[in-house]
């Protein structure tokens, strides 16, 4: 896979961020697993801290992968991946996965799955109730702290991974395909909630996906796996552009390249 440069950094949002971005890089890294399951090519790509750098390709050709390298799940078969300019080899506090499937604890409630990132870090019991009750009232689900898992909507769900992966106060977010199972009507508002959001948080963003329209709709940047090519998104995360002519020909690129 081709060398990518670091871009610009994106534009400031209307708030100082309460944290920055983590700068996230590999550099010469084959993807694999321990087994010697390797994947074809070498990835070197920097993400720079506040961006959203969305990753499409098709089926197997190391998305998940690579997100899991990112976050110290899985050690890379040769190359380097720092964060900020520091190895990364093991999970990290300051890096939160989302997946597609919630992986909400059945056992725990719609707070206390909230609350646990805290918990983790023995934060205290007034601090963890307070920071859950804020995320939850973010994503509109207030009203649903006392409920379980199963009485919630897969969008609730989706939801409630949200709250619980943002209430850690993650310096990077990485989610794979994390709207993937919804309907389109729930996936657009899930989009949209996510954008807000990440406009207050400061946070960098690894978003995989498979959706083009996803892809151009909330990325700064998109990566092409396998082939390295990395386009920037002239609208990023605006509704109103998305007939643009800038952003027709993006999609087509896209599209074209899988």
């Known amino acids: 896979m081709s060398t990518v440069t670091a871009p610009p950094a994106p534009p400031a949002g209307p708030a100082a961020p309460p944290l920055a971005g983590a700068e996230l890089a590999l550099d010469g890294v084959r993807l694999g697993h321990p087994d010697g399951t390797a994947l074809a090519g070498e990835v070197s790509l920097r993400v720079a801290p506040g961006e959203v750098l969305a990753v499409v390709g098709p089926s197997g050709c190391g998305k998940t992968t690579l997100l899991r390298t990112l976050a110290g799940l899985l050690p890379p078969l040769a190359g380097r991946v720092t964060q900020d300019g520091e190895p990364v080899r093991r999970p990290g506090a300051d890096r939160a996965l989302v997946f597609q499937h919630d992986a909400l604890l059945p056992w725990r409630s719609v707070r206390a799955n909230v609350e646990l990132p805290l918990a983790i870090r ?60 919804l309907d389109a009507h729930t996936r657009t508002g899930m989009q949209d909630l996510l954008a807000g959001i990440l406009r207050g948080t400061g946070a960098t963003v690894v978003f995989v996906t498979h959706d083009v329209h996803e892809a151009v709709h909330l990325g700064d940047r998109i990566a092409l796996l396998p082939s390295g090519g990395v386009l920037d998104v002239p609208h990023p995360r605006d509704r109103a552009a998305r007939d643009a002519p800038a952003t027709r020909e993006l999609r087509r690129r896209v599209l074209d390249s899988l």
């Open 122 to 181: 023995g934060a205290d019991r007034a601090g963890r109730r307070r920071a859950a009750g804020e995320w939850l009232e973010r994503v509109g689900l207030a009203g649903h702290a006392a409920k379980w898992p199963h009485q919630l909507s897969g969008g609730q769900r989706q939801r409630v991974q949200l709250a619980r992966a943002l209430a850690g106060r993650p310096r990077a977010v990485l989610m794979d395909e994390p709207f993937g199972a």
